[in-house]
């Protein structure tokens, strides 16, 4: 058995061991350590606006940065980039959606509409005219999302789907400020032109029900 003596460590000698355990540690990686992995592609198709587009993307591209950086439809604007200001808004096989927290690989055969998809400026959509009719913005960076969110409103309204305020769902649903207000409160104008916008789409559908004032 070997004497304990010939075990045991002086404190130098604990020190120096220390020592070169954490300078192996901080040593630079060889080149046989493993790599981070490259970005991985993938092709994706949609219509975008009524034309058929193909993009070759890192998985990880929102749609929002599929539309601004690599197809420069550059009208759906980034605020937030968390999806709480909406400004980012667009209308996918007609539902709306922040385009900031949806992965542009996921929209496969989908068909998108930006603010550019819905009129120009010698063809105006009826939104769009009502908008500047009323001063429904100020600096213009939000308006093209309250106008994609107020066209899905709209079309969710006729087509009998409710919201939080909607107080009986067996009766024909009316479009309201209070239904408007609602309906568009996903999407943030720090100009504070919340009043012109409700204007401006119970213009286009017709007049607010019940005499309702914005």
């Known amino acids: 058995m070997a004497d304990t003596e010939d075990l045991s460590l002086s404190r130098r000698d604990l020190m120096a061991a220390g020592a070169a355990s954490a300078a192996i540690a901080g040593a630079p990686a060889t080149a046989s350590a493993a790599t981070p992995d490259a970005p991985h592609l993938a092709q994706v198709t949609f219509k975008v606006n009524g034309q058929k587009r193909s993009l070759t993307l890192d998985t990880r591209t929102t749609l929002l940065d599929a539309l601004r950086e690599h197809l420069r439809l550059t009208g759906t604007k980034k605020g937030c980039d968390h999806g ?83 107080a009986d769902l067996t009766d024909a649903l009316k479009v309201t400020a ?24 119970g213009e286009v559908a017709g007049g607010l029900s019940k005499g309702e004032m914005a």
């Open 84 to 166: 709480q200001c909406g400004a980012c808004t667009v209308i996918v096989d007609g539902r709306r959606i922040n385009s900031c927290l949806s992965l542009a690989v996921m929209h496969e055969g989908d068909e998108i509409t930006t603010i550019e998809g819905l009129g120009a400026p010698d063809k105006l959509h009826p939104l769009q005219a009502a908008f500047i009719k009323h001063d429904g913005y100020q600096c213009g960076y939000c308006t093209p999302g309250q106008i994609c969110s107020a066209k899905a409103v709209l079309d969710e309204i006729k087509a009998g789907v409710p919201s939080h305020v909607t």
């Open 178 to 201: 209070e239904e408007l207000r609602e309906r568009m409160s996903g999407n943030i104008c720090r100009c504070g032109a919340y009043s012109n916008i409700v204007e401006a789409i």
